[in-house]
């Protein structure tokens, strides 16, 4: 398998996981989304959120854009409101906005060529060196999308287990080949 493919695939597998962990959250009310937890981003809500706003910021910095801030996102924590669009409110609203971006980030995959991947992206740091011009290989980059989903899947679990979940998704990647190889 040629990098390009590997990448994808990890990619398809982040896309996979985080279907599944939709569909784990469903059955959570409203309390229990939003309970404070000590462990992510402090609750179940606040970490999909926190992952949606992550895909979407390095998707559009590999795109070009060296400020990405997800709408509705304002200074990289949602809730917020950012040129007037309302913060995502619900879980429906959260998954339809995470099948527009799946749909996006499939198309850059697919357009995706090994003679691009040791491109330098830029990136303005929201985080740690906040307000600093980052640049990074656009294949760590790719990398670091699916590493950072996969430390985030794993908080999202152990927030499931302290909720009660007796049985949370398997989100394992072997477990994604063998769907795939089922289907």
């Known amino acids: 398998m040629n ?4 990448v994808c695939r990890l990619h398809q597998h982040r896309m996979w ?3 599944r962990l939709l569909a784990a959250v469903r059955p959570l009310t409203r309390s229990e989304l939003h309970r404070e937890l000590p462990i992510g981003q402090g609750s ?3 970490t999909l959120t926190h992952l949606l706003a992550a895909e979407y910021v390095w998707l559009e910095a590999l795109l070009g854009d060296e400020e990405p801030l997800l709408p509705g996102d304002a200074s990289g924590r949602l809730p917020g409101n950012q040129a007037g669009e309302k913060p995502i409110a619900s879980l429906d609203e ?3 906005k995470w099948r527009e971006l799946d ?3 499939e198309k850059y995959l697919s357009d995706l060529g090994p003679d691009s991947l040791d ?5 303005i740091s929201t985080s740690s060196n906040l307000g600093k011009r980052l640049g990074a290989k656009r294949s760590d980059i790719l990398l670091h999308v699916c590493t950072h989903a996969q430390y985030t899947t794993s908080q999202l679990i152990n927030m499931l287990r302290q909720l009660g979940q007796a049985d949370p998704p398997d989100v394992m990647l072997i477990s ?4 795939i190889h089922q289907a």
């Open 119 to 123: 491109d330098t992206v830029y990136k």
């Open 176 to 179: 994604f080949a063998r769907h």
């Open 94 to 96: 959260l998954a339809r």
């Open 17 to 19: 996981v985080n279907q």
């Open 103 to 105: 749909r996006r980030w």
């Open 44 to 46: 179940v809500w606040r």
């Open 3 to 6: 990098t390009c493919l590997l």
